[in-house]
């Protein structure tokens, strides 16, 4: 049996180049397997997922709609960006400032067996402007 | 009195114009129809055909009353007509797009 601990080294990532034209998510060259399962088995990065998939959130509005403190939030947030599965972008306030919120990337994870190897891959999502304009309009 | 700007070139910004507003709201009544076909959404369903409604249909219902105008086909009396078939299709774009917003999705 393979001990989880070496699944880092047994495993592949796979980089194949999806076309962006016609597929609404994209692969890219992807973090360990060990480092996304990891992070996908913690419930706060389950929360910080599911809330950014939604709407681009703050920290504060994280920690506040997950239920967990802000340093926490802060912590997974910033694993979340390094793994590619969050994107950081600005939000524009009215006192002019502007507030970084967070995206979620991540459309799907996937883990195979090929020839005595574990291969994984993670689907991004490609945001277009259609899904923003859908995002916006529901928000009127 | 001389106009203030020749009256060539006014009719050359307000179709330029009007093409503009023709082939911009074409574009995001086609970004909305992305979200139909990739989403079933109901939001964007009405959206998109109030777009074309308002931008595309309108703009080529007055173009048509103007060329047709033009080309002695129909008289400017009943150019009222086109007219009354462009603030149509205008009011009812709208009222899509307005339904658009109201829609619980």
Same mark, same amino acid.
């Given at each position: !049996?393979?001990?989880?601990?070496?699944?880092?080294?047994?495993?592949?990532?796979?980089?194949?180049?999806?076309?962006?034209?016609?597929?609404?998510?994209?692969?890219? %060259?992807?973090?360990?397997?060990?480092?996304?399962?990891?992070?996908?088995?913690?419930?706060?990065?389950?929360?910080?997922?599911?809330?950014?998939?939604?709407?681009?959130?703050?920290?504060?509005?994280?920690?506040?709609?997950?239920?967990?403190?802000?340093?926490?939030?802060? #912590?997974?947030? %910033?694993?979340?960006?390094?793994?590619?599965?969050?994107? %950081?972008?600005?939000?524009?306030?009215?006192?002019?400032?502007?507030?970084?919120?967070?995206?979620?990337?991540?459309?799907?994870?996937?883990? #195979?067996?090929?020839?005595?190897?574990? %291969?994984?891959?993670?689907?991004? !999502?490609?945001?277009? !402007?259609?899904?923003?304009?859908?995002?916006?309009?529901?928000?009127? | 009195?001389?106009? *203030?700007?020749?009256?060539?070139?006014?009719?050359?910004?307000?179709?330029?114009?009007?093409? +503009?507003?023709?082939? /911009?709201? @074409?574009?995001?009544?086609? @970004?909305?129809?992305? +979200? /139909? @076909?990739?989403?079933?959404?109901?939001?964007?369903?009405?959206?998109? +055909?109030?777009?074309?409604?308002?931008?595309?249909?309108?703009?080529? $219902?007055?173009? *048509?009353?103007?060329?047709? /105008?033009?080309?002695?086909?129909?008289?400017?009396?009943?150019?009222?007509?086109? @007219?009354?078939?462009?603030?149509?299709?205008?009011? $009812? +774009?709208?009222?899509?797009?307005?339904?658009?917003?109201?829609?619980?999705?």
């Amino acid at each position: !049996m393979t001990d989880p601990a070496d699944l880092s080294t047994d495993s592949s990532s796979t980089t194949e180049d999806a076309d962006l034209s016609t597929d609404p998510s994209s692969t890219t %060259e992807d973090a360990d397997l060990s480092t996304v399962a990891d992070l996908l088995a913690d419930e706060h990065v389950q929360r910080i997922l599911a809330a950014t998939s939604v709407d681009p959130k703050s920290k504060s509005e994280l920690a506040e709609g997950c239920d967990a403190s802000l340093q926490t939030v802060s #912590r997974r947030v %910033e694993e979340l960006v390094a793994a590619d599965l969050v994107r %950081e972008e600005t939000r524009a306030r009215r006192d002019g400032h502007h507030d970084a919120v967070y995206v979620a990337t991540l459309d799907s994870f996937e883990v #195979r067996l090929r020839d005595g190897a574990l %291969e994984h891959e993670v689907a991004r !999502m490609d945001r277009d !402007m259609t899904d923003e304009l859908q995002r916006l309009w529901r928000k009127f | 009195m001389a106009p *203030l700007l020749p009256y060539a070139v006014v009719e050359l910004a307000t179709l330029a114009l009007a093409a +503009g507003s023709a082939v /911009v709201g @074409l574009f995001i009544a086609m @970004l909305a129809l992305r +979200g /139909v @076909l990739r989403d079933r959404s109901r939001q964007m369903l009405f959206l998109s +055909g109030g777009m074309i409604l308002l931008f595309g249909a309108a703009y080529f $219902t007055a173009l *048509l009353g103007s060329a047709l /105008v033009r080309f002695h086909v129909i008289s400017l009396l009943q150019q009222n007509v086109v @007219l009354l078939a462009v603030r149509t299709l205008q009011f $009812t +774009g709208l009222c899509a797009i307005a339904y658009s917003l109201v829609i619980d999705e």
